[in-house]
């Protein structure tokens, strides 16, 4: 059969194609079952030496005694769901807020594992509280209880059933330490698996378009691997210490019996007492199975603690906020200022070298400028998005170094060339600017950015898909500038706000803009010089440094670039 079609096959297809490893696992588990219940067919047979009356009160006795661990466990297990929810929910509030606190392109390049501390490592935590903390409790006082009633039996009892224990902690003890020998390698695994499925959700159009199936990745495929080969080699290296561990906890009648029956006969055992030290003595192992797998949880606990205690040491390693909030003042313009800016990309090339230039409160700068040109590093930087090697970016007089991002967030607004947008509607990214918005003035904004369209395909409340999938790229762009019509920031940037818009919906937008925007400080990325025409001023970039600053007009004159571009874009160099 063909990859192709395989990756087309249903649930029913793979069950068929292991049918008869599934009517062997299906025949054990049905001999497993069955043999659990032998132990209990013998005990019946006792039980009928008992006179009638006997067994009439111990099965009356025996009634409440059956119900009453159903409802302690059920209590246990509400209770211990509810405080796994509580607990879980704030650890993911912590990790969000820690997130918060770290610059842009940490969070950018450290994705899959803030992903796994939000989602895989939390469900961990839940699963622990949930689960593992009521059994370990559950299963230490069960073994504890057992030993003191077999003590008091009989001492020979409690040795018999905890004779194989030695031998199961020592096979549990190596599985332990082949795990521990490859938890990093797992975790890292684990991890490159995390950023290729992100990778490749986020290309998913891309291999539509070329008809290329995720598995044609081979970065993913190689991640995939890894964690197969891991898989098989710890379980290849641990397989006789699982046979150990699992002889030893599932034989244990075989010393505990023998013993029983040799006391019974030779050391007079009473019945009852003999009776009640067999069964004591065979479910002393469950607990302590349970016990043991318990321990094996405990290297993931905390490798997940590791990776928690690492995200808080690089938030609190970052600067202390001296300002950690901001009043804008609505009689107040902000103006932007990049003070001596360099970035290094590596050890050898910079994206901006010795950066100076100061955006006017209140007016337009255009930014222009070949590819590679450093334009839109220069928003990222004033959005906080990266911070420089050397140099300060200041709005409004405020060193962005000293704020945290929640103040940032009140002096920019950002439209960049790949936009974020949230997921849930139309609506929330909106409200996310500004939560006190009405639906009509919500109706308003996208009307005014030609979004009519998608409010009838969706409602202002419909899902448009993870990052706007079920956007066009225009109508992606679009949403974003509604989101700056609605912001009251008083700076805004725009990376080319209007690159995948028509000519004529750009003219609309740009009157849109025009409007709303008039008075606040804006930075606008621009390829086609029409759109920065009214300008206060255009920074002209080559190589990461100014090579030009002034209005149209003067820079036809004392920038070669610049009038090079002018004249592709209108011929003589004059507007149209």
């Known amino acids: 059969m063909s990859c192709c079609s395989s990756d087309c096959l249903s649930i029913s297809d793979y069950i068929n194609r292991y049918k008869p490893r599934f009517y062997v696992v299906s025949v054990f588990s049905v001999l497993t079952a069955l043999s659990a219940l032998i132990p209990l067919v013998v005990l019946s047979q006792l039980f009928r030496s008992l006179p009638a009356q006997s067994a009439t009160r111990i099965a009356l006795f025996l009634l409440p005694a059956v119900f009453l661990p159903f409802l302690c466990q059920g209590a246990t297990s509400v209770l211990c769901h509810r405080l796994a929810f509580d607990v879980v929910r704030d650890l993911r509030r912590a990790i969000l807020n820690l997130t918060q606190r770290l610059p842009a392109d940490y969070t950018a390049s450290h994705r899959a594992m803030l992903k796994k501390l939000a989602l895989d490592d939390s469900a961990e935590f839940e699963t622990a509280i949930a689960h593992t903390f009521p059994d370990t409790i559950i299963s230490l006082v069960t073994v504890v209880v057992s030993l003191l009633f077999l003590v008091v039996i009989s001492p020979v009892m409690a040795l018999a059933s905890v004779g194989l224990l030695p031998v199961a902690a020592w096979a549990w003890r190596q599985i332990g330490r082949v795990a521990s020998g490859n938890g990093r390698a797992w975790h890292l695994a684990d991890v490159r698996i995390n950023q290729n499925i992100m990778a490749c959700l986020e290309g998913l159009m891309t291999l539509k378009v070329f008809n290329r199936s995720p598995s044609s990745l081979p970065p993913l495929t190689e991640a995939l691997q890894d964690v197969a080969h891991l898989a098989c080699d710890m379980t290849r290296r641990s397989r006789w210490s699982y046979v150990m561990v699992f002889m030893c906890v599932g034989t244990n009648l075989l010393l505990v019996l023998p013993c029983a029956i040799i006391l019974h006969m030779t050391h007079g055992l009473g019945l009852p007492d003999c009776l009640f030290s067999i069964l004591l003595g065979i479910g002393l192992m469950t607990p302590l199975q349970r016990l043991m797998f318990v321990s094996g949880t405990l290297p993931r606990l905390r490798a997940t603690l590791e990776r928690l205690n690492a995200l808080r040491a690089e938030s609190t390693a970052q600067p202390a906020a001296l300002h950690p909030s901001v009043t804008v003042q609505a009689d107040r313009y902000y103006d932007v200022v990049f003070e001596n800016?360099?970035?290094?990309?590596?050890?050898?090339?910079?994206?901006?070298?010795?950066?100076?230039?100061?955006?006017?409160?209140?007016?337009?700068?255009?930014?222009?400028?070949?590819?590679?040109?450093?334009?839109s590093t220069l928003l990222q930087l004033?959005?906080?998005?990266?911070?420089?090697?050397?140099?300060?970016?200041?709005i409004g007089g405020h060193d962005l170094e000293t704020l945290v991002p929640q103040a940032i967030g009140q002096l920019i607004c950002p439209v960049f060339q790949n936009p974020v947008l949230l997921g849930h509607s139309l609506a929330d990214n909106l409200l996310l600017y500004r939560p006190d918005l009405a639906e009509s003035d919500i109706t308003d904004v996208l009307a005014e950015c030609d979004l009519s369209g998608c409010v009838k395909r969706f409602g202002l409340h419909g899902p448009i898909g993870r990052n706007g999938a079920r956007l066009s790229g225009g109508e992606r762009q679009r949403l974003a500038i509604a989101r700056v019509l609605v912001s009251r920031a008083p700076v805004i940037l725009l990376d080319e706000p209007t690159a995948f818009v028509d000519p004529e919906r750009e003219f609309h937008?740009?009157?849109?803009?025009?409007?709303?925007?008039?008075?606040?400080?804006?930075?606008?990325?621009?390829?086609?010089?029409?759109?920065?025409?009214?300008?206060?001023?255009?920074?002209?970039?080559?190589?990461?440094?100014?090579?030009?600053?002034?209005r149209h007009e003067d820079l036809m004159e004392k920038s070669a670039l610049y009038g090079t571009y002018a004249r592709h874009q209108f011929g003589d160099g004059a507007m149209p």
Do not use: D, Y
């Open 509 to 550: 937008i740009q009157k849109a803009l025009a409007r709303a925007l008039e008075g606040r400080t804006i930075l606008i990325v621009a390829h086609r010089l029409a759109t920065v025409r009214e300008a206060a001023q255009i920074a002209v970039m080559e190589h990461g440094h100014l090579t030009a600053l002034g």
């Open 382 to 394: 004033a959005s906080g998005n990266l911070k420089p090697t050397s140099g300060r970016v200041l």
């Open 341 to 375: 800016i360099s970035l290094e990309r590596s050890e050898n090339e910079n994206v901006l070298t010795s950066f100076s230039l100061t955006c006017p409160a209140g007016q337009v700068t255009g930014i222009v400028g070949a590819s590679g040109a450093g334009k």
